[in-house]
Structures are given as structure tokens and as C-alpha cells.
């Protein structure tokens, strides 16, 4: 037997209890003629004490850091107890030891700070993952997994594997592909996520399914995507947008119960797209805090009469001009400001500048543009903003889409550096009635905003029927009746971030075929991509809807932490390579002969 304990085990009541341990050598210290070793495993670390004799020994073969024990030994009452660890009240003394493997010098040290960066952490990271706060992170995720499956099993749904093989299905980026040997010439893509599979399921009469799969998607990634990564994946028959809405934020509150103790008892609050970009300049907004966003350009006619009245270019001439009141800000130096104009001019901000007005607590006001507004436009300026004393007004002003999004950013920006993004505070949200479609300049032509199988509205159907997609006027798109169809689809937010994602789902065939047909594919291309589906429509499909949540995001943020890979046992880098195993890699002459593929390199 190699063990009777773990590492994490032992207390006061164990001692003079013989035991064996084994694990890894975290630390050796030599005092005099003995030795104290730190012993580590999974559960904890416990200290062992090496006798003079014991010692002479290690010092003819020393140990080292990472080296696998086994030793065995009697547990003793420490007379230098460690209150910050749960076994710092005894140690082994040890009797036997055994070196059952040896290590070479760890790159980087096995701690919780370790010195090791990120790369080589990631090259290495099978000793990473020896270190608690990767071990926790796993941790965690398992307990998010858990409750998952707990509560879906307590409401009847069944957890069903769909392949990985398959056709492609569009969820917006492109597919990873895979050569078929016996198929020569012919490819499978990987699946972007099990959709058009759990549609299927609906139609066999699964009507309640989930999977925590993994999906695939080769795109550009940003900091926190992963080419693979993981989906909470639901789909229920028989449901409206309401059914879904709250079958789902039960799970999230089941999580929350489960995994972080936390009782979300309030209801969660519902937002349209419009509200939400409109106040937020954002489809996920983070409510824990107000600060929204006030549209200045828009129809608030007063504020536009002031606006006539100077002659302030940047101002006058802006498509948008949106403003937020950031609290106890007004005293902010002349450096500070300056560092938040530099802020907004940065390439991911991608503003020209930005304009401010200090609110001060003695009631005047002061701002960056006083050489075109007078004391009362001032005023104006500020009460339209619902300012209030000690508030710094910000203001941004250009193209729409550009400066919703900056107003955005710069609105979490200041909430971070004011603390009102508590780690531990948790605030859920749905946004509704997205639009069904987006305009895509490039093609001048509409796609989906979610996916090709979210249904319109119920109210807007027909509209979608009765009109001819093609967009004549690229530059009046939005007079188009396909720009205000609403989509039967909702997201779920939490702190800002989005969360999970889905719809109620189009289940006629003809509908469906509207869709493609509106997203510019012919009739051929819909049959050939979607043919199965589309037949199968024609058997009996009910109605239904689902949703999937993005697994590694809500273990991030349950985990307080803002990126994915911490939470993923194996992640890839931001060049989608897996440095440990260096993947992707090239391929033998004879694998790609098999496939009978040539490459031709550019
Ligand atoms: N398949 C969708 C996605 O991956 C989710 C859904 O509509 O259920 O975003």
C-alpha cells in the first residue's frame, strides 16, 4: 500500500498513529542535523521530519524539488505549529522513505506565486496544474458540471452525445475540418455547436435534452475564446420564450446555490436590445452599477436647440454624442483627465478625443470646451446628464456605431477604477428581442444575428413572409421591413459578460426555407446543407427552443477570474496552438497520400 493518508489529512487526533504518505517534495530544509520536508499532494502538504540518521542518509543521495515519495511514519504534535495550513499541527516522523521517481529542476517553482510565466506555464502544463490555484480552478469547474447535471436530471432532461463528424453548422465562424480517408476529396467540419442535432432530437420526441459538449470554432481569438471550448447545450419541445427563461435562470441560481453558496432569490431582471444599447451602448450590460449612458443627439430636442446655439464642431457635426456622469470624479487633476483622453484615443477605443465637464461640489462647473459654451449651456449640458455635484461629466462624439461601443468600454472603465465591479457580487440579466437580422455591408446583403434556426417573432412572421429580402438601397437598409424584425431569442448576462445564448427555433419547413432563402442562399444550397433538416421539419416537428451557456465563461466568473484558460485543464494560446504538445503540426507524406491530398503552400 502506498498510502493510508493523503497529504491533507492528518491532525492532533491522528498522533502516534503510524502512517505511510506519498507525494511530492515541495520544500527541504536542513536544520543542524535534521531535516524538515514539505511532502504535497492533491489534498494538502504535510511536514515530514527526517532523524539525524535519516538525514545522513539524504545527504549521500539528497532529494529534490518535485522528487515522488513514499515515506512512513508516526504522526507527533508539532512543537512549532503552522496556523496558515490544516495539518500545521503535527508532522510525520519518519521511519522509511523510498524514492519511488525522481525529477529534474521544475522550470519554474511549484507555488501558489509561482515565478514561472505564462508561456512556459503552458509549455509545462502538467506541472502547472500541480499548483493550487489551477487545482482550484479545476475544482470549481467540476462543481459547476456537477450542479449542471443535477438539476437537469431533476428536471427530466437527458443528456444525449451528438457526433463530432459532421456538416457544418453556422453559429458565425468558420468551421475546423476534417479530411475523410474513405471519402476521398470529401470533408467533416467540426461542430460549431450541436444545434441542427438537438433540433433533431426535438423532432424524435427527446423533449428535454442537455450535453456539456465541446464546440469548435476557428476564428481570430481575442484574449478570452478558445477554439474549443465548452457549451452547457439545452433544448426543450412544447416551450415559449417564457418556459425557457425560467427553467434556465434556475439552473444559474441552482448553480450559485451549489457551488458558491450564494441564495440569488430575487427575479432576474429583463432588458430589450434596444433599452440595452440605448442606456449601456451595449448588448451585455454589467447592472451591478448605474451609470447609464445619456444619448445626447437623439430626441432630446432641448439639448439640440442648446447645441444650434455654439459652435462647437466636434459636437455639432457628430452622427452620436453620448454622455456618462461618473460619481466623486469632479476633482479629477489635469492628469487625470488627460490620461482618460489618451485612454479613449487608444487603437481599441479608436476615439478622436474626449470633451468632460466637472460637476463641483460648490455648484459651478467646468469644462473642457468652456470656449464654446456659456455658463447656462453648461448648465444644460449638465442637467440633461441627471448630474449631480462631484460628478465628471464624459463625453464622446462620432459615428454611432464606433462611439456607443467606446461610451461602453470607457462607462466599465471608470466603474473598475472606482471598485463598483465587485468580484463578489453577482447581478444576472436577460436581454430580449434581439433583431433577427444584420446587415452585412459587404455582401449588401442580411444575416442571422443568432443562428438560421431562430424563429421571428410571432407578431413579426409575417412580415417576414410578405417581403422581399433584397436590400435595394444599401444606404437606406435600415428603412427595410427586415431591419425591425425582432428575434425570438434572449441572452443571459451576468456581470456584464454574455453568458449563454438562444431561441425558440423555426419548425416548419417552409419557414425555414424563407429563412435560407432571406440570408441569400438558393434553394440547391439550402437542400444541400440543410436538406436533413428540412426533411425532417416534414415529420411531425413540435415546437421548440433552447439555449446553450458558454461552460468555461461561468466557471471564469464564478471563479473570479477574467479568462477561460485558467479554468481549462489544456488551453491553447492565442495563435489556437497547444504549446505543450506543439499542435497543430504537420502531417506524414503517407498520412496525407492516404488522404490523397497535396499541399500547396503560399
Ligand atoms: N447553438 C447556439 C449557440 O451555440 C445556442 C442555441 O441557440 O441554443 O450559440
Not at 438537438?198 to 469548435?216: A, H, N, P, T
Not at 490620461?339 to 478625443?353: A, N, S
Amino acid at each position: 500500500m502506498y498510502r493510508t493518508h493523503t497529504c491533507g489529512e492528518l491532525r492532533l487526533k491522528d498522533v502516534n498513529k503510524e502512517v505511510r504518505l506519498a507525494g511530492w517534495v515541495q520544500t527541504i530544509r536542513k536544520f543542524g542535523s535534521i531535516t524538515f520536508i514539505d511532502l504535497r499532494d492533491r489534498y494538502g502538504i504535510t511536514q515530514l521530519l527526517f532523524n539525524e540518521k535519516l538525514t545522513e542518509e539524504l545527504d549521500k543521495n539528497p532529494l529534490g524539488r518535485e522528487f515522488v515519495v513514499q515515506v512512513k511514519g508516526t504522526v507527533s504534535e508539532r512543537s512549532n505549529k503552522n496556523p496558515n495550513i490544516p495539518t500545521g499541527d503535527i508532522e510525520i516522523n519518519v521511519s522509511e522513505y523510498r524514492v519511488l521517481n525522481k525529477s529534474a529542476v521544475p522550470p519554474f517553482t511549484i507555488q501558489d506565486d509561482t515565478d514561472g510565466g505564462d508561456d512556459l506555464r503552458m509549455k509545462y502544463r502538467f506541472l502547472d496544474l500541480r499548483r493550487n490555484p489551477v487545482k482550484k480552478n479545476l475544482e470549481l469547474r467540476y462543481a459547476v458540471n456537477r450542479a449542471t447535471r443535477n438539476y437537469l436530471y431533476e428536471n427530466g432532461f437527458v443528456d444525449i452525445e451528438t457526433p463530432f463528424l459532421i456538416k457544418s453548422t453556422p453559429e458565425g465562424a468558420r468551421d475546423f475540418v476534417v479530411p475523410s480517408r474513405m471519402n476521398p476529396g470529401e470533408f467533416y467540419a467540426l461542430p460549431q455547436s450541436p444545434q441542427t442535432f438537438k433540433q433533431l432530437l426535438m423532432v424524435s420526441g427527446y423533449d428535454r435534452y442537455y450535453q456539456i459538449v465541446k464546440c469548435f470554432r476557428d476564428e481570430d481569438l481575442r484574449a478570452d475564446r478558445q477554439p474549443e471550448f465548452t457549451q452547457i447545450d439545452c433544448e426543450m419541445s412544447f416551450v415559449e420564450q417564457e418556459d425557457i427563461l425560467q427553467m434556465f435562470e434556475g439552473l444559474i441560481k441552482y448553480i450559485f446555490k451549489e457551488v458558491k453558496n450564494i441564495d440569488y432569490t430575487e427575479p432576474v431582471e429583463r432588458m430589450s436590445w434596444e433599452d440595452a444599447m440605448w442606456n449601456y451602448g451595449n448588448d451585455k450590460p454589467d447592472i451591478r452599477f448605474d451609470m447609464k449612458v445619456k444619448n445626447l443627439k437623439s430626441e432630446n430636442k432641448i439639448f439640440l436647440e442648446t447645441l444650434k446655439q455654439t459652435e462647437f464642431a466636434v459636437f455639432n457635426e457628430a452622427e452620436t454624442i453620448v454622455a456618462i456622469s461618473v460619481p466623486g470624479c469632479s476633482d479629477y487633476s489635469r492628469k487625470q483627465t488627460d490620461e482618460l483622453v489618451e485612454w479613449v484615443k487608444r487603437p481599441q477605443i479608436g476615439m478622436k478625443g474626449l470633451a468632460f465637464i466637472k460637476v463641483n461640489n460648490d455648484g459651478t462647473l467646468k469644462s473642457s470646451f468652456d470656449k464654446f459654451f456659456n455658463e447656462s449651456q453648461l448648465k444644460d449640458f449638465a442637467s440633461f446628464c441627471d448630474s449631480k455635484p462631484g460628478d465628471l461629466i464624459l463625453i464622446l462624439a462620432g459615428k454611432e456605431e464606433r462611439t456607443r461601443k467606446a461610451i461602453s468600454d470607457l462607462r466599465l472603465y471608470m466603474a473598475d477604477r472606482l471598485g463598483l465591479r465587485k468580484a463578489d457580487e453577482y447581478k444576472l440579466l436577460w436581454v430580449l428581442d434581439f433583431p433577427l437580422f444584420e446587415y452585412d455591408e459587404e455582401s449588401n446583403r442580411w444575416v442571422a444575428r443568432h443562428h438560421p434556426f431562430t424563429s421571428p417573432k410571432p407578431e413579426d412572421i409575417q412580415v417576414m413572409i410578405n417581403n422581399n429580402p433584397l436590400i435595394e438601397n444599401s444606404e437606406k437598409y435600415l428603412e427595410h421591413p427586415y431591419s425591425k424584425i425582432k428575434a425570438n431569442a434572449y441572452d443571459m448576462v451576468l456581470n456584464g459578460n454574455e453568458i449563454g445564448g438562444g431561441s425558440i427555433r423555426i419548425f416548419q419547413r417552409d419557414l425555414q426555407e424563407k429563412m435560407f432563402a432571406a440570408l441569400g442562399m438558393s434553394k440547391e444550397e439550402a437542400q444541400h446543407k440543410f436538406g436533413f433538416l428540412l426533411g425532417a421539419f416534414e415529420y411531425g416537428a413540435p415546437p421548440h427552443g433552447g439555449i446553450a451557456f458558454g461552460f468555461d465563461r461561468l466557471c471564469a466568473i464564478l471563479g473570479g477570474s477574467e479568462s477561460i484558460r485558467d479554468f481549462i485543464a489544456f488551453p491553447k494560446n492565442n495563435s489556437g496552438r497547444d504549446v505543450m504538445i506543439d499542435a497543430p503540426s504537420t502531417i506524414d507524406e503517407k498520412q496525407l497520400d492516404e488522404l490523397q491530398i497535396k499541399l500547396d503552400l503560399k
